[in-house]
């Protein structure tokens, strides 16, 4: 499988604490084995706690890009927030543009304090699926709960990532990854997860 | 995780974040000593070194500020060791009192070297303000390089530090968020075999600078031959036809910004591209070459026109004066800010008259019908269970009885949040590490020209061994009317819970003294009280009853530990947390909600009662104490 344009953009977004940069670096870790030149690009640190975060991953054959993706050239998002995936289409969203989007909400505090209100899922869903060729809503914090672990959440839609066969990075190339960089006791756990992420797609 | 594989010489490609490559590169170079002070996007440097001292027999330490760990590190190089420094760029300007001597004295002549790393944060994503330090080299008198890529960053520092041995001062490896928080492929090179550096300072030495006039002409000297090997730096590169009209140099995040913008317009072989990465001293006759056949040159750079002057700076009286040099100053690019590819590619289209078609009119039109009224923001807040929303909780309510007349100084750690939306916004004042008590000495002051309210500094525990310190004692010695809160939450924790001297661990994980914020205090001979923040009512009383003492400096220390580091240690919820739906009276009340603010909280749209969301709820249950209706209810959770 190869990549449907050169540089291929992905963008991994959430809000701070999810665990959108350990699927953005898992990702990278795999494509780089697999050859790919990739930059990524992120920002973290406190200040984002309960804000938007997102990493964007720049994909290439040829040579690497800088780490920030012009404003309209996303190929790919993956969203672990469905407001959040609305966001990054408002800066970088495009006619191609594929998204894939946890359905699992976050009241931004503004919400809770009254001052703002939280567009309804139609709306949302509505104005994600205008925005993109394709858009995909994955149960994804359901089943991360339903597993026992919200926390696994991000490997949930990582799966679905897979399923959709929308990158050439394979299950098994994953779970390799997943051997060597997460506790042995919860590779069970994720495994699942992942599983239970293709098989939303599949 | 990706640090471990550099550990190892096996791979020679991996997958590292910038800070990671700037490790490895040390590493390769055989640093030996290594001293920070946390601050975003600088942390993993020290983060990471520590992770492999023990195998590398290294010493790594967390200092109490910037301006220490400069010393520490000089100190080591004095004594004839590698040794490195790492800070934001808000450290940089609390070492630079140190620094701007130590670049007159140099590092001795024991054969040491240092390379001091400075984290910048252009768009200010982590910081007060995004403060540009390509400036302080200049003022330093000291040279400073920038990669620009995360490969070129393992390189680069391991030539810094061969550069600082060979002209025996130190050396400042300029980085910015882009590149610390960028991760990308980086070719690695051997490790030296980790042997135990030997120390030898010269006890005869007279490194100091009370030779001043002296000192500074040496320092200019030196910079003099090294501004001779930044012209032919293999750092700085030509790229594109060499006879072009039109010049691009660029530094920094601008290089891939500009390569990028210039493929997009097909514009690569039509327009010469000039890396610069040795910043200071100004490679001046290199950009005199490479300006000869340009008739403009563009600048892409980020934050201030530092580049850009020192461009037309070195063009003035050329034959080359007359190309006109474009960028910030001339309103190509936006003054401050990151680059971005946007920028260059708009700065090159103003330039060159070309368009880029980007999303069509048609898409922009629907994104802006279909995101209009619904896309709304997400401020940041603190994370469920964290200790301060309690003890801002409690500061509220002792400021409301105080009919709200109290100045509220704050400083720099999570806390600072609360002059965001989404915070209480009590603190009228917020400025540097340390200031909340510099700042709240002087008000406590003004009783002597007719103004005596309440004066309350705010800090944290790592900010109060950083620079409240100094200021403490300084107000308990000028008898200054106020009260320091200290919340104490047993972490570094905005920039990801590292080590300090209260903590009773280093930074390598060994034990170490416990420096305690009450005996210190209670050592400087003034009033301590102590208070659970969680215990929101007897943390009001607590305020309200240092208020009413009114004279001299008193002290409260707010206790609980973060959150997010209880719960990696412990693992459990203690209490489980629920609201009983027939006691919540909904929107008509709405106070935890609404006021209180825990993420973990959820309105119910329709009949706006409170509820927990599960997978958010730490299970702290303060909020219980919250409610006045005391729906919110808590059960103990079996250990």
Redesign the interface.
């Known amino acids: 499988m190869s990549l449907a344009t050169d540089p291929y953009n992905l963008i991994v977004c959430g809000?701070g604490?999810q665990g959108n940069i350990l699927i953005a670096?898992l990702i990278?870790?795999i494509l780089?084995?697999n050859g790919y030149?990739?930059?990524?690009?992120?920002?973290?640190?406190?200040?984002?706690?309960?804000?938007?975060v997102f990493s964007s991953l720049r994909i290439s054959k040829t040579r690497?890009?800088?780490?920030?993706?012009?404003?309209?050239?996303a190929n790919l998002i993956v969203s672990l927030e469905p407001?959040?995936t609305?966001?990054m289409?408002?800066n970088f969203?495009?006619?191609k543009v594929v998204t894939i989007s946890n359905t699992q909400t976050?009241?931004?505090?503004?919400?809770?304090?009254?001052?703002?209100?939280?567009?309804t899922e139609e709306?949302?869903r509505?104005?994600i699926e205008?925005?993109s060729q394709r858009a995909l809503f994955v149960p994804a914090?359901d089943i991360?709960?339903e597993l026992g672990a919200?926390i696994v959440s991000n490997i949930v839609l990582l799966g679905a990532l897979l399923g959709a066969k929308l990158l050439p990075i394979s299950e098994e190339e994953v779970k390799e990854d997943m051997r060597s960089?997460f506790p042995a006791g919860k590779l069970e756990l994720n495994y699942q997860a992942l599983q239970r992420g293709i098989d939303t797609v599949a | 995780m990706s640090d471990q594989k550099s550990k190892t010489a096996e791979t020679e490609k991996v997958f590292l974040l910038g800070n990671e490559a700037l490790v490895r590169g040390a590493l390769e170079a055989g640093v030996n000593y290594a001293s920070a002070y946390p601050g975003t996007p600088s942390s993993e440097i020290i983060e990471r070194l520590s992770r492999v001292a023990k195998e590398r027999h290294l010493h790594v330490e967390w200092s109490s500020n910037e301006k220490v760990a400069c010393e520490g590190a000089a100190a080591a190089a004095v004594a004839g060791l590698n040794s490195l420094s790492a800070m934001k760029n808000a450290g940089l300007a609390v070492a630079l009192d140190f620094l701007t001597h130590a670049s007159l004295t140099g590092l001795g002549d024991q054969g040491g070297s240092l390379v001091v790393v400075v984290c910048d944060d252009p768009d200010a994503h982590s910081s007060g303000d995004e403060t540009d330090s390509r400036w302080q080299a200049r003022f330093a008198y000291a040279p400073m390089l920038e990669p620009t890529s995360v490969n070129e960053a393992r390189e680069m520092i391991r030539y810094c530090f061969d550069l600082s041995r060979e002209y025996g001062c130190y050396v400042f490896l300029r980085s910015y968020t882009r590149l610390s928080h960028g991760s990308s492929i980086v070719e690695l090179g051997p490790l030296p075999e980790a042997t135990v550096g030997q120390a030898h300072p010269d006890c005869n030495a007279a490194v100091n600078p009370y030779l001043g006039k002296v000192h500074h002409q040496l320092a200019l000297d030196r910079l003099d031959k090294i501004k001779e090997v930044f012209e032919a730096s293999k750092f700085n590169q030509h790229f594109g036809p060499e006879d072009a009209e039109l010049l691009v140099i660029a530094s920094g995040n601008g290089l891939s910004c500009g390569q990028e913008a210039l493929d997009m317009l097909g514009l690569q072989n039509e327009v010469g591209v000039l890396k610069l990465a040795t910043l200071w001293p100004f490679p001046v006759e290199l950009v005199r070459k490479h300006a000869k056949t340009a008739k403009k040159i563009l600048i892409l750079e980020e934050v201030d026109p530092v580049v850009e002057v020192l461009v037309k700076d070195a063009l003035n009286g050329t034959e080359a004066a007359q190309v006109q040099v474009l960028g910030k100053e001339s309103g190509h690019v936006p003054m401050g800010g990151e680059i971005t590819p946007d920028r260059a590619l708009d700065a090159l289209c103003k330039i060159t008259g070309k368009i880029y078609q980007g999303p069509s009119e048609a898409y922009q039109a629907k994104l802006k019908e279909v995101t209009e009224d619904i896309l709304i923001s997400r401020g940041l807040t603190w994370c469920p269970g964290c200790p301060h929303r309690g003890s801002f909780w409690a500061l509220d309510k002792a400021i409301k009885a105080e009919g709200g007349e109290v100045f509220v100084t704050g400083d720099i750690g999570c806390y600072t949040l609360d002059v965001f939306p989404e915070g209480k916004c009590q603190m009228n004042m917020l400025h540097a590490m340390g200031s909340s008590i510099g700042l709240s000495a002087g008000l406590g002051q003004m009783h002597k020209f007719g103004w005596d309210k309440p004066v309350i500094s705010i800090c944290g525990d790592s900010t109060f061994y950083h620079a409240v310190l100094p200021g403490l004692v300084s107000a308990i010695y000028n008898q200054s009317n106020l009260i320091h809160v200290v919340l104490d939450n047993d972490a570094t924790a905005m920039t990801g819970f590292q080590a300090h001297a209260g903590v009773g661990y280093n930074a390598v994980g060994d034990d170490a003294p416990r420096i305690d914020v009450v005996k210190l205090c209670e050592a400087l001979g003034v009033p301590v009280t102590v208070a659970d923040p969680f215990d929101l009512r007897g943390t009001t009383k607590a305020l309200r009853e240092l208020i009413a003492q009114k004279e001299g400096v008193r002290i409260l220390v707010l206790r609980r530990t973060c959150e997010l580091v209880r719960m990696k240690a412990e693992k459990t919820k203690p209490h489980k947390v629920v609201v009983n739906q027939d006691k919540c009276k909904g929107e008509e009340c709405g106070t935890c909600y609404s006021k209180f603010r825990c993420p973990a909280l959820l309105k119910d749209p329709e009949t706006g009662k409170a509820s927990i969301r599960e997978d958010a709820c730490p299970g702290c249950g303060v909020c219980a104490s919250v409610c006045p209706f005391k729906a919110i209810e808590i059960q103990e959770v079996a250990k």
Request: aromatic share 6%; net charge positive.
């Open positions: 809000v604490g670096r990278g870790r780089a084995n030149y990739l930059a990524i690009g992120e920002t973290f640190g406190a200040a984002q706690r309960g804000g938007s690497t890009y800088g780490p920030l993706i012009p404003n309209g050239a407001l959040e609305l966001r289409l408002s969203g495009n006619e976050t009241m931004p505090v503004g919400v809770l304090a009254g001052r703002n209100e939280y567009p709306k949302l509505g104005a205008e925005l914090t991360a709960v919200p960089t």
